[in-house]
């Protein structure tokens, strides 16, 4: 894979700076006669040039936020926005601003790579005579120049991706939605992607990725929006979302032969101990995460004591330092994945 790396130039400030490029309030979306909504009163605004995560397990209603946003689902009520944009009001001028990488490939088998994005930016009004000369150089900022005219069959998952994140870039936008972009890639690819998506950014473009990825949206977004059964449980820096987590470190115990309430109760009793969750699932032993009030080292002993106490014996001890995996447990008790 090539790894080339092209410093894009920075859009020239306008006076719709302030505006945020997605806004999205009290936006409902229920599906048929569903009980439950999968969007259910969301509300969060996207700064211009900022890269927003939306965070959150299988289902929590990120993948229909943006088909909202995106004009691809109808909104049951609320308000969406893209660029100053009501996307519901006026899909067509939405469609003209915001470029999309939906997390299912959607490449048109009947074209080669550049016809793709050809025909993309045919669809999108770019004038005949740039088309080309946008979908070269779109593919060589993907990595991708020696792949013009293979059919996307016969891409790597790695390779079809950057072609569809090429293909949403054709037509200039300025808001790029990302679904899930690196679910299923490589280590390798998966960091281009990462790449890329920050080089968008330093150049104006303003990214909404969704992800259930803690590490991904740590990495690559400015601010994170967590979100549960459609609703959002906390927006903020990765950073500051972690910091404001009661603990500083935590430790991971595996273990088996004891009752999960006993043991809680006994490690929750240890001094420096913030708080004891249960993350066993559907394995057979038992998985606790302790949070420390300082170093894990100072109370892993007292912890180990208890545990011991309680009649259990620990498999595996993991220490740690608090992640977005832990702000999402502390709100909900449950893990992301
Ligand atoms: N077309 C649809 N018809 C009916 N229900 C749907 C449809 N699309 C999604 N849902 C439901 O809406 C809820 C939210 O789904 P959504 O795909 O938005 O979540 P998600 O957070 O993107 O999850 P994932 O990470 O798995 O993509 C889920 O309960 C899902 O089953």
């Known amino acids: 894979m090539s790894s080339q790396t092209t410093t894009l130039p920075a859009r020239p400030a306008t006076a719709d700076d302030a505006e945020p490029a997605v806004e999205v309030a009290d936006l409902v979306k229920r599906y048929g006669r569903s009980s439950r909504p999968a969007v259910d009163g969301l509300s969060f605004a996207v700064r211009r040039g900022e890269v927003f ?71 999108h009004g770019v004038p005949r005579a740039r088309r080309r000369a946008l979908a070269d150089e779109l593919l060589e900022r993907m990595g991708l120049a020696d792949k013009a005219t293979t059919n996307p069959d016969e891409l790597s998952g ?12 054709m037509h200039d936008p300025r808001v790029l939605f990302l679904d899930e972009p690196s679910t299923g890639l490589d280590p390798q ?21 969704t992800t259930h990825d ?20 906390a927006l903020d820096t990765p950073s500051a979302l972690v910091a404001a987590l009661p603990g ?21 009793a240890v001094r420096g101990i913030a708080g004891v969750e249960d993350l066993t699932g559907e394995r057979p032993d038992t998985h606790l995460r302790v949070r420390c009030d300082g170093e894990a080292g100072a109370v892993l002993a007292p912890v180990l004591g208890a545990v011991a106490d309680a009649g259990a014996t620990v498999s595996e001890v993991d220490l740690g330092e608090p992640t977005l995996e832990d702000v999402f447990i502390d709100l909900t008790g449950r893990g992301l994945r």
């Open 158 to 169: 790695g390779q079809a991706q950057r072609l569809i994140i090429a293909r949403g870039l």
């Open 189 to 209: 690819a998966r960091l281009f992607v990462h790449d890329r998506v920050a080089e968008l950014a330093a150049s104006g473009v303003t990214v909404v990725l």
């Open 53 to 123: 995560g939306l965070l959150g397990p299988n289902g929590a209603g990120k993948t229909t936020t943006v088909g909202v946003l995106t004009t691809r689902v109808t909104k049951t009520s609320g308000r969406a926005t893209v660029a100053g944009i009501d996307v519901s009001a006026d899909p067509v001028a939405a469609r003209a601003v915001l470029g999309v990488v939906p997390q299912r490939p959607n490449l048109d088998r009947s074209l080669d790579a550049r016809g793709n994005l050809v025909w993309h930016a045919a669809y």
């Open 248 to 268: 500083e470190a935590t430790i991971d115990l595996t273990l088996t032969g004891a009752d999960v309430a006993t043991l809680r109760g006994r490690i929750d």
């Open 214 to 233: 803690m590490d991904e949206a740590a990495k690559l977004a400015d601010r994170v929006g967590i979100v549960d059964h459609g609703r959002l449980l």
